[in-house]
């Protein structure tokens, strides 16, 4: 039975498509076949972190539109044969999407695949509504700060009313993905902490990213944290976020101060 | 020694105020008019009755005996002429319904009387079970509003009696918004944005730091709001 996950979160510059890319490739590394979508029509990233914008012929709004059949634009990962991407266009914008043109899409995908992995744009408009709305379930990616906060609680009041799901009167599951978590001014108390954004967002806790130049790093040489140094802090908390998606209990790690002792402090709270 | 009470002086007010009124615009031959006004009626009787209606007779040339014929035939079905349009006032019998100038379109509800009553009274409050997120409103002017959550910044409750949050309260609230004064508001830890009851508000920067994160109470101290501790 596919799932249909979308990564979104209200506020640009959080971490969404690293997110997508990092649990996606984690996901297809345990054997499960994905495919992530990029829904950001217009202003597209995940082919370049995913390192496939060389080989992008077409893309979700041709196939929505039926210019192009859904086999000719899903492109497989070079690395994981499990994983595939559905580009966006770069030189449409949103209104190119249609809704029922992503509803059938979705319906598709989920006969071919474990998992699709909805990557929604920034915002509340056309296009984050849109990549929510078929969504059985929910990564909402917050930073420990006030304004991205805020908005992911937005976010979720969205995710609530107007998805499918929601609409059938059924509980979409939701879960709070806290990336660029920066040990240092964590400590020096200049963050929200993490019980501050689960106490005003009260969502279960996915996963906590630290901040590392390791995203950066990856992303520019076009690959998933998860696949580009599986042993970086990020990738491994991300890999630890996609196995709680899986279904399995692994003991939240809350990334601290000290280098090279990441095996540290248990919170004791378990993810969703 | 007996002191003398001046009576006080009952000063008139005028005020001007608009309404919406049903507009009938009869046709010739008016008998055919009136067949298609006896048509509506036995469709939904009452649907005229105890509403507003103008004549606009610029279709018609009626003189003024014609015009009280009429107005009489329409009283007759229940339908009471409020005033008339289309005419010139003068040489119109003063017993006639008034002329009015002016008057400007607007959309009516169309919709026909409702036909079943809901015999239940009207809920006198509003039970949310999730959490009130940012950018949601919610408005229940027909009483209180119970929260089982959080309310969170950047969301509004709107009441017409009483809110009680059962979490923490980072939006804003506005109890008693139809005049109820004695609303209040209660949260189990106040952050608010804003708290109004019966449109004294107070913003977050009057609220007291050390009131902030603790359980309290919002009420109106004639038209100051108070907000004290619950603990």
């Known amino acids: 039975m596919a799932k249909v996950l979308v990564v979104t979160s209200g506020k640009g510059g959080v971490g969404k498509t690293t997110s997508t890319a990092a649990i996606g490739a984690a996901l297809a590394r345990d054997g499960e076949k994905v495919v992530v979508v990029d829904f950001d029509v217009g202003l597209r990233n995940l082919d370049l972190i995913m390192g496939a914008e060389r080989r992008v012929v077409f893309d979700l709004v041709n196939v929505a539109q039926g210019v192009a059949k859904l086999s000719q634009a899903l492109i497989r990962d070079k690395r994981l044969e499990s994983l595939w991407l559905l580009p966006a266009s770069q030189t449409r914008d949103k209104d190119a999407l249609t809704d029922d043109g992503v509803r059938d899409i979705i319906a598709d995908l989920r006969t071919k695949f474990d998992w699709v992995i909805c990557d929604s744009p920034a915002g509340i408009e056309r296009g984050a509504t849109l990549a929510m709305r078929y969504a059985d379930e929910a990564i909402v990616v917050t930073n420990p700060e006030v304004s991205s906060v805020r908005d992911a609680d937005r976010i979720i009041g969205m995710l609530d009313s107007k998805t499918v799901k929601a609409e059938a009167g059924e509980q979409m599951k939701k879960h709070v993905l806290i990336t660029r978590y920066d040990t240092g001014r964590a400590a020096r108390g200049e963050m929200l902490s993490i019980d501050d954004i689960l106490e ?17 790093k990856a992303s520019n040489v076009g690959s998933p944290v998860t696949l580009n140094d599986a042993a970086s802090l990020p990738a491994r908390a991300y890999t630890d976020a996609a196995r709680r998606l899986n279904g399995e209990t692994i003991a939240m790690m809350v990334p601290t101060e000290q280098r090279r002792r990441f095996m540290d402090r248990l919170l004791g709270r378990r993810a969703a | 020694m007996d002191s003398k009470v001046e009576p006080q002086r009952q000063v008139m007010r005028l005020r001007g105020r608009s309404y919406i009124a049903f507009v009938f ?42 015009i009280a014929h009429l107005v009489s035939n329409l009283e007759s079905r229940g339908i009471r002429v409020l005033g008339l349009e289309g005419v010139e006032a003068t040489g119109l019998d003063a017993g006639l319904p008034p002329v009015l100038i002016g008057g400007r379109g607007c959309a009516i509800e169309q919709a026909e009387p409702k036909q079943v009553e809901d015999p239940r009274p009207p809920t006198p409050s509003l039970l949310l079970q999730t959490p009130v997120r940012s950018g949601q409103r919610i408005v229940f002017a027909e009483g209180d509003i119970t929260v089982l959550g959080s309310v969170g910044s950047g969301a509004e409750i709107v009441a017409g009696g009483s809110i009680h949050v059962y979490g923490t309260l980072r939006g804003r609230a506005m109890a008693g918004i139809n005049g109820n004064a004695a609303a209040r508001i209660y949260c189990q830890k106040i952050e608010a944005e804003l708290v109004a009851i019966d449109g004294y508000y107070q913003t977050a920067e009057d609220i007291g730091e050390t009131l902030r994160r603790r359980p309290a109470q919002a009420w109106l101290d004639g038209e100051v709001i108070r907000i004290t501790p619950l603990n």
């Open chain 1, 200 to 216: 005003i967002l009260a969502i279960p806790l996915l996963g906590i990213i630290p901040e590392s130049q390791d995203v950066l």
């Open chain 2, 25 to 66: 615009s009869p046709f010739m031959p008016i008998v055919n008019w009136l067949e298609e006004i006896d048509a509506t009626l036995a469709r939904s009787p009452g649907f005229f009755v105890g509403r507003p209606i103008v004549l606009d007779l610029s279709a018609v040339d009626l003189s003024s005996h014609g």
